[in-house]
């Protein structure tokens, strides 16, 4: 099964809300990674998270290993936040290779 | 932020044919990676390297793909003979350290005809 569960994998805003996205691991993960990749296909990086929480700008994220999730939470939804949110995660035992999400397609409206 | 860079952003090739994809990683970087990414899906890890070596592959890093470092240069994914299944969004990213942020490319869109 996937190692890694985004949920949800679609999502729609409208401007000045707010959403959370959520990963689940069935894996030891021991770090986590949090992406936009943009419309042209590029992985912009949002977060590197060791157990705790992150935050800048509008985005916050936390990272439980006990509970094995992660979130991201996206306050004030801009028209620019468009895009598809990966998640990925180090396994422990496995060296430095990240295991992504299938990813979750926010689109943010007027 | 840190850069990533990856040439050629397109590449169309016929089935049998080879390529390589090369890869600038961030110039203070020692670990090195490719992932592939079929469209529409979730990126799958192919292979790291560090100091000269492959550390670990993936199920899809076929035989028939081989990477590379000379001498500080790109850093390259080379695929011999392409297949159809080869057709794909190859990322190459680099970190620092091991367990350390990975820095993403802009990636290399490979059509194999």
């Known amino acids: 099964g996937d190692k890694v569960k985004q949920s949800p994998s679609a999502l729609s805003l409208q401007e000045g809300t707010n959403s959370a996205l959520r990963c689940n691991f069935s894996?030891?993960?021991?770090?986590v990674q949090w992406f936009l990749q943009n419309p042209r296909g590029s992985l912009i990086n949002l977060f590197y998270?060791?157990?705790g929480t992150k935050e800048n700008g509008r985005l916050k994220s936390a990272f439980d290993s006990k509970e094995s999730y992660s979130t991201l939470h996206i306050r004030d939804a801009q028209l620019e936040d468009s895009g598809t949110y990966f998640c990925a995660a180090e396994q422990q035992g496995t060296g430095s290779k990240l295991s992504f999400g299938k990813g979750a397609k926010l689109t943010v409206s007027p | 932020g840190p850069k990533v860079l990856q040439i050629p952003s397109h590449q169309i090739i016929d089935m049998g044919q080879m390529v390589t994809l090369n890869c600038d990683p961030v110039s203070n970087h020692l670990y090195f990676y490719w992932y592939k990414q079929i469209l529409g899906q979730q990126m799958e890890f192919l292979v790291n390297f560090y100091n000269g070596k492959v550390m670990e592959k993936s199920k899809l890093f076929k035989d028939q793909f081989s990477v590379e470092r000379p001498d500080g240069s790109y850093f390259t994914l080379k695929i011999q003979p392409t297949a159809l299944e080869d057709s794909a969004v190859y990322f190459c990213?680099?970190?620092?350290?091991?367990?350390?942020?990975?820095?993403f490319g802009p990636g290399t869109r490979l059509l194999v005809l």
């Open positions: 894996i030891a993960a021991t770090t």
């Open positions: 998270l060791v157990p």
């Open positions: 990213a680099s970190s620092l350290q091991g367990e350390d942020t990975q820095y």
